[in-house]
Nanobody, 122 residues
Framework: HLVESGGGLVQAGDSLRLSCAAS????????MGWFRQAPGKEREFVAA????????YYADSVKGRFTISRDNAKNTVYVQMNSLRPEDTAVYYC?????????????????WGQGTQVTVSS
């Protein structure tokens, strides 16, 4: 069970931090990912982190602006989003993968949250 939070309405250039709280005792063994879906568009990969947090992966569109991290003691994964742009507007979803390595492919994730809306105004 994954629950995202932290979305909202911000202006271009602002920052947001999304959180995804996971239930269960095996969180620390899961890779975690963030994906997003804008209206009328397909879901796209944003960032991923492996089970230990030592390996991270980013879409080119967010590299240098977004940072994914995790706190296994709190069963939570985060994405810090800086220098937000209107094109970052989307519903953001976190996902968990039972295999410990992160992946950019959504089909490789086993569990999904309900999503949180991020809207960036120009």
């Amino acid at each position: 069970h994954l629950v995202e939070s932290g979305g909202g309405l911000v202006q271009a250039g602002d920052s947001l931090r999304l959180s995804c709280a996971a239930s269960g005792r095996t969180f620390s063994s899961y890779a975690m990912g963030w994906f997003r879906q804008a209206p009328g568009k397909e879901r796209e990969f944003v960032a991923a982190i492996n089970w230990s947090g030592r390996s991270t992966y980013y879409a080119d569109s967010v590299k240098g602006r977004f940072t994914i991290s995790r706190d296994n003691a709190k069963n939570t994964v985060y994405v810090q989003m800086n220098s937000l742009r209107p094109e970052d507007t989307a519903v953001y979803y976190c996902a968990a993968r039972q295999r410990g390595a992160g992946s950019y492919r959504g089909v490789e994730y086993d569990f999904w949250g309900q999503g949180t809306q991020v809207t960036v105004s120009s």
